[in-house]
């Protein structure tokens, strides 16, 4: 697939998907919708790929969806609806997300606004840079909070902080943003980029590709259950399953011989029998 509102750069084991309409601060569309669906299904397919970065070009993340041409933008009757394209699979670009089997990292470089949070949402980290400013903004434009986002915020920040920010619909900072649980750190933009890959790196050499696969599945899969029976039928065999095979053998040699491990398990073949995406 061409992409002309994302850009898709693999650097050693490290993605960068850019959100690219600098011109317009990034405004969300359809069609930026159905690439970023299409580059996570990439990355979840490409061994090469360890971990994903999302992040805007020039000087803003994602400044909401584009609603240059009216109200009309929301409007499925008028044909000009802002995320009718964005259904090629049920759950589109959320789906993509959170199904990944790579972890997400976004790096929220400036405004993050309607569509522009909410698509951070499924990602597994959050940082932004000082000057980030994000809303979520639908309650001042008539709308309700989509894309998943009333059922991922309240689990990141807890029901009290959603309500507050959705509810307003207002404006706010980064900081606020960190002291709310909604990111983990706050950079200077200049260093932004430079720390998403250190975090990026970190995982991609220290970690078995399907480990993370396993533990970002069953940590946003199992921990929103009211207890942990489900989860103790599964980690068990699956630790039985895991812990005969090659890649426990080498983490473990790596540790005691004091280096990197080259762990030879690969996603695309050795996902655990259980295993299964959400939703489907």
Request: aromatic fraction near 8%.
């Amino acid at each position: 697939m061409t992409y002309e509102h994302i850009e898709y750069a693999l650097d050693g084991p490290i993605l960068t998907v850019t959100l690219n309409r600098p011109e317009k601060l990034n405004a969300y569309t359809a069609l930026m919708g159905s690439e970023i669906e299409d580059a996570f299904a990439r990355a979840d397919s490409d061994d090469a790929v360890r971990v994903v970065i999302v992040t805007g070009a020039g000087r803003g993340f994602c400044a909401g969806a584009d609603i240059s041409g009216g109200a009309s933008a929301f409007d499925v009757k008028t044909g000009a609806a802002m995320f009718q394209a964005n259904r090629p699979s049920r759950g589109g670009f959320v789906e993509a997300i959170y199904n990944c089997r790579k972890p997400s990292i976004a790096a929220i470089n400036g405004a993050a606004v309607g569509v522009g949070i909410t698509l951070c949402l499924p990602m597994d980290i959050r940082i932004a840079s000082s000057d980030a400013k994000i809303g979520f903004v639908f309650a001042r434009r008539g709308l309700v909070p989509e894309a998943g986002s009333a059922w991922f915020l309240p689990r990141l920040v807890g029901l009290d902080q959603a309500l507050r920010w959705c509810l307003s619909g207002r404006l706010f900072g980064a900081d606020e943003a960190k002291d709310g649980g909604l990111v983990s750190e706050v950079l200077p933009a200049d260093r932004l980029l430079a720390r998403a890959r250190e975090i990026a790196l970190e995982i991609a050499e220290n970690t078995a590709p399907v480990s993370v696969a396993m533990t970002r599945h069953m940590l946003w899969q199992y921990s929103a259950m009211a207890h942990p029976f489900e989860l103790l039928k599964m980690d068990g065999p699956l630790s039985v399953e895991l812990g005969a095979g090659a890649d426990v053998k080498e983490g473990v040699s790596a540790f005691l011989e004091k280096r990197k491990p080259n762990f030879p398990g690969k996603v695309s073949r050795d996902m655990p029998k259980g295993y299964k995406p959400a939703g489907r």
